[in-house]
């Protein structure tokens, strides 16, 4: 069964970064768009980005424009998710997910996702 398996979370304190990685295990990634996305204690899960199967693209929600990187490296079959002036709000549990479907521009719906991660902590705190 296909699964994907994300790492790189951890303690970090306010204002520094994190890079998170997302890999697959019984299959590439490579024909999937990935999501990540964020559960914080006390609130619904929220999509925070997307990179398309085909060319790359990313896609952002518009909260975390400024503040999130999402990469992908096929040689690797690795999707990576860089966070930086992290901030204590941004604590939470972080996801990533794949769909077959196409990302959209604007916004990040666990509808589409058909795979997905038990996910990574990530605490910041001074």
């Known amino acids: 069964q296909a699964q994907l398996v994300e790492s790189g979370g951890g303690l970090v304190q306010p204002g520094g970064s994190l890079r998170l990685a997302c890999a697959a295990s019984?299959?590439?990634?490579?024909?999937?768009?990935i999501g990540w996305f964020r559960q914080s204690p006390g609130k619904e899960r929220e999509g925070l980005s997307c990179i398309s199967a085909s060319d790359g693209t990313a896609y952002y929600v518009e909260s975390m424009k400024d503040r999130l990187t999402v990469s992908r490296d096929r040689s690797k079959s690795t999707v990576y998710l860089e966070m930086n002036s992290l901030k204590s709000e941004d604590t939470g549990v972080y996801f990533c997910a794949a769909s077959p479907l196409k990302c959209q521009d604007g916004a990040v719906k666990e509808g589409q996702f058909n795979y997905w991660g038990q996910g990574t902590q990530v605490t910041v705190s001074s």
């Open positions: 019984g299959y590439t990634l490579d024909y999937y768009a």
